[in-house]
Structure formats: C-alpha cells, structure tokens
C-alpha cells in the first residue's frame, strides 16, 4: 500500500540556515511520482516539484532542492539559507501511475518549519 | 486569472443540516478532486474526479458526495453533516491526468459542525 512518512512534525532553525525537510514513501508500483507543497500562514497549498519514479537527478530551484534516492525511498527537501517567508507546512505525497487504475494521491502529514529571526 | 475558487470560505452549521461547498475553476482543468486537512493527519484526499460525469472515491469518502455535471465546477455535498467533519477543506484541480500533481488549490474552506 501507499505510505508517506514526513517523521519530523515540527522545525525550528535561525534564519540563514540550511534545513532539510525528509519524505519516506512506500509503494508496491514501479511508476510513481512524487511532489511537494508549501502551505504558508496564509492556509494556500503551493505546489512546488512533481518528480517521477524514472527520473532520479536532484533538482535546484534557487534555495530549493530536491534529493530523490530510490534506494531508500526517500525525496528529502533543503532549503540552503533560509528566510522568515519560508517558514510554513510543508507536505509530501505520492501516487502511483498505473493505466485504468484510481489516481489517488496520498499525502504525509506535514512538517511545520519555522524560521526566526 | 487561473485559480480555483471555493465558496463558502467559512461555515458553521449544525449536525445534520445538508450542506454544500462549491468549488469552480477557470482553467478548462479535466481533474479535480476535494481534500480535507486535520491536524496530525495532513491532506486526505476525499473524492476526485477526472473528467465530466467521471468521479471515484479517495481514501476518506464517507459522509461526502460530489457531482460532476460540468467541467468547471466540482461540488461537495455533505447530507447530514457531522461534527467529526468539522475540518479546513481544499479543492483543487489539474489540466489532466498527465499533469496530475501540478495542481491549483482553492482558498481553503473552514468547516465547523457543532
């Protein structure tokens, strides 16, 4: 069955750090993608990266990135140099792409992250 | 402007009382689907829908209902509400199944049930 586990329910770090966010998923697919969504203050939900199963290059967004490793199931998300507008709840999920099936997506229960000033 | 709107933002009703949360989007999406957010259980996803008159349950359904009679608009209709689904609701919604996860989320709608 699909699983993801975000285990680190709230972070606080001082401005200017570096913080990663971990995402474990289970799946029994070989097709799958994985994403992340911001949810700032505010209550909007922001999407931020889609990967797929097939495609395990990190990625760079700006002070974003994104270390996809299927070996250990895990799509980590770092913040280099954070900022107080980071701070947010930040969510993982994942669904499985099978042809003629449901496209649920599950999402992990978040990880509040706070920056100070 | 492409977003997703949701109405009402806020509602407080009574057990029992049948309700209905629009969600419209003007973005010619196929997919749309509705989540609740609880605290310590993140987003769980209650229904979805890929297309015109083509919906199917998530992991959460019970209690809900939803229609899809047209594409812009993705209604949930709760028919006797309960106060266990007092809980902050997104809708959202997609092009396609292809672009499955690059969805536009409405504003959020708070629920309460008492």
């Known amino acids: 069955a699909q699983k993801v586990t975000q285990a680190q329910t709230e972070i606080s770090v001082v401005e200017k750090e570096d913080v990663t966010l971990d995402c474990v998923y289970e799946?029994?697919?070989?097709?799958?993608?994985l994403f992340w969504y911001k949810q700032p203050p505010s209550g909007e939900l922001v999407f931020l990266i889609r990967?797929?199963?097939?495609?395990?290059q990190n990625e760079i967004s700006g002070r974003y990135s994104w270390n996809f490793q299927k070996s250990t199931s895990s799509f980590n998300f770092t913040i280099t140099a954070s900022q107080v507008v980071d701070s947010a709840v930040y969510f993982c999920?994942?669904?499985?792409?099978?042809?003629?099936?449901?496209?649920?997506?599950?999402f992990g229960k978040g990880t509040r992250l706070h920056i100070l000033p | 402007e492409a977003q997703v709107t949701q109405n009402p933002r806020y509602l407080i009703t009574v057990t029992g009382k049948k309700l209905t949360v629009t969600c419209s989007q003007n973005?010619?999406?196929?997919?749309m689907s509705w989540y609740r957010q609880d605290p310590g259980l993140g987003l769980r996803q209650i229904y979805y829908?890929?297309?015109?008159?083509?919906?199917d349950k998530g992991d959460v359904p019970e209690g809900y209902k939803v229609s899809r009679k047209e594409k812009r608009n993705f209604p949930l209709i709760l028919e006797s509400p309960s106060p266990n689904q007092t809980s902050l609701y997104f809708c959202?919604?997609?092009?396609?199944?292809?672009?499955?996860?690059?969805?536009?989320f409405g504003p959020g709608t708070r629920l309460t049930v008492t």
């Open positions: 799946t029994r697919d070989t097709t799958y993608y």
């Open positions: 959202a919604s997609t092009r396609s199944r292809d672009t499955l996860f690059e969805q536009y």
């Open positions: 829908s890929m297309n015109v008159e083509v919906t």
């Open positions: 999920a994942l669904s499985e792409w099978v042809m003629n099936r449901d496209d649920k997506i599950i």
């Open positions: 973005m010619n999406h196929e997919y």
């Open positions: 990967r797929n199963s097939f495609d395990e």
